[in-house]
């Protein structure tokens, strides 16, 4: 779970959307304090958005614990050279893949 979870940051940070691609189950679901997707074409179109409107902006993983097929994580998120906001993660994976992603604002 640990590997999956940090292959996730260096995709998202690096914007690899076709990276991510082989990351994400077809049918993840994601979940954020402004929207929700399901099935890998939301997701990835999501995560275009995020990049197209914040050309900055960076995760930084602060703190995890791992229990099974779930990570619970603590991040830093720069959305520019300004701003930053506190965002806790719950992702689940089977098989290598991302399953599910609920992002709660703090």
Do not use: C
């Amino acid at each position: 779970m640990k590997n999956i979870v940090m292959k996730y940051f260096e995709l998202w940070n690096n914007r690899d959307l076709n990276g991510l691609a082989s990351i994400f189950h077809n049918d993840i679901f994601i979940k954020d304090w402004e929207s929700q997707s399901r099935g890998i074409e939301e997701a990835l179109a999501k995560n275009a958005k995020i990049f197209f409107d914040f050309p900055l902006i960076k995760a930084e993983l602060i703190n995890t614990a791992i229990d099974g097929n779930t990570a619970f994580l603590q991040l830093d998120i720069q959305i520019d050279n300004t701003q930053s906001i506190n965002v806790v993660d719950i992702i689940t994976a089977e098989k290598n893949q991302i399953t599910g992603i609920l992002a709660y604002r703090q």
